[in-house]
C-alpha cells in the first residue's frame, strides 16, 4: 500500500494516494504491536508516507501528527541500532523540523533536531543527524548556527567510542555506516558557500581527479597483475606529492575499505623504496600465493602431494607456514601442517596419514609417548579424522586439552577415550600415557597433571564393558576437500 500511495500521488491522484496509506498505517499499527521487531520500521515509514499524503491535502494538523509519531519511532529504532537507522532518523527529522517551521514554531523545530541527536548515544552515528541539522540550518538561512553545528559533527565523527556503546543484539557499528556519516557530513560542509573555514582535510578539502582514477582503477583490478598494470599507468600519480593525503581522506571517508588499505600500504612502501622495486616484490609474492593456491585447491592427496614434490624449496618455507596459518581456516592449518610434517616424515608416510586416520592416529600416539606434543598437534590438524577414531581420538584430544591448561576437560576426554576404546587400546594407552609422563615438564600441570589424566583413563576403564567397542572407523581415504 506504501508503493501504491507513492504512485497515486505521482499520478496526480492525490486522493487515492491518502486512502491508499490510511489504509496502510493501522496494517503495520497492528503488526508492529505484536512483532515490533519485524514491523516498526515499516510503521514508521508508513507514518511518514502518511504525514506527505496529508499535506498535499491540505490538513497540516493531521501531517504534523503523523511525522511526529513517525520520528518517534524512529528515534527508539536509532537509539537501539543507529548503524541501521540513523539515517531514517535523519529524513523523518528534516520533514517534522519543516513543517513545524512553516507552522512559525522555529524553535520547536531546532528542538525537535536536538531531540532526535540526543537518542543517538555513538557520537560517530550521531554525526549524521547533527550535520543534517546543519543542512536545515543552512535552508533557513541560519548560517552561523549551521557552521556551529557542523564543527560539532566533526566533533562527534572523530570520536572513538563505537562498538562498546552499541546494544547488544544489533547491526553494530560497522565501518560502512561510519563511513556513510562521514560522507553525508562532507557533502555538507562542501554545499556550505563559502565551505567553513577550519574544517579538516577529510571534510572540506578537494581531492585530486587523478588520485581517484589510479584508485578507481586499483578497485576495478581483480589480479595482481591488473593491479600492478594499473600503478605503472599511472606512475606519475603513484610518485606525486598528492596522493597519500587523498588515501588518508578516502580512508577516513571509506573506513575498513581492504582495497584502501591495501594501496595506501603499497603506496608508503613505494615512496620509501621505490616504484620498480615494490612491484619487482609483489609480483614475486603473487606468484608465490598463487602457487599456494594452485596446491591447495587440488583435486586427491596423490595430486597434492605429487604438486608440493615439485614445488618442495618454494612451498616448503617458514614464510609459506606462517601465511597458511594466518588466515585460521581449516584448509590453511592443514595444509601448514604438512609442510611442517613434511621436514621430518617421508613422503610415504605423509600420504599414509592423509589418507587412513589410523595411520595418523598411530603417529600421533607414538608422540605422545615421546612427548612430542607438537607433533601431536600437527597431526590431527594434517588429518582432522583422527580425533573421531574411536578410543584413539578422544585420547589425544586429552593430551592436546592438557597441554593447553584446561585439566577438567582434560579428565573428560580421558574418561571418553576411556569408554570408547577396546581392551588392547586400554593397554596400549595406558603405557603411552606412561611414557608421556616421562616428558611431564611438556605438559601444563606437569607431572601432577599427566598423573590425574591417567587416573581419569583407569577410573574408566573398570566401568566399560569389553566386547562392544569398536575398533575404530573405516579406514576411508580423506581427500583436500574433507
Known sequence: MNNLSNERSEAGDLDGALSAIEEAVPY?????????AAFTASLAGSLNNLSGRRLEAGDQDGALSAIEEAVGLHRELASGDPAAYASDLAASSNLMADQLAEAGHEDRAVDAWDQSRASIAVPQFRAS???ATAAWLVRRGDRAQAEVRIRQAVDEALDSAVAEQVADGASGATDFAVGESRRYLRSVAMSMSPVPEGLPSWVSGPINELDLELVRAWADSRTWSEGATALREHSTVVTGPSLSET???????????QRLTGLAAIHKDIVERGLSSVLEDLTTQDELQTLIDDWINTDTWTTSLTYLSAHVERLCTNEVVKRLAALQTPTA???????????TTTPQQVEELLADASTAGDLALAAVEAGNLERVHLLTLANPHTLALAGTGPLLQAVLLLAAGDQD??????????ETATADQHRAHIARLEGLAD?????GGGAVGVTALIDAYAASI??????DAETGPSRTPLTPDE
Open 247 to 257: 588515501l588518508a581522506t578516502l580512508l577516513m571517508l571509506h573506513p575498513g575499505d
Open 28 to 36: 503495520y499499527r497492528e503488526r508492529a504491536a505484536s512483532d515490533p
Open 129 to 131: 543527524i547533527t550535520a
Open 439 to 443: 616428558h611431564a615438564e611438556a605438559i
Open 462 to 467: 573398570s566401568s566399560t564393558p569389553q566386547g
Open 409 to 418: 576437560r582434560a579428565a573428560a576426554a580421558a574418561t571418553t577415550a576411556a
Open 333 to 343: 592449518l592443514q595444509h601448514a601442517a604438512i609442510l611442517t610434517l613434511w621436514a
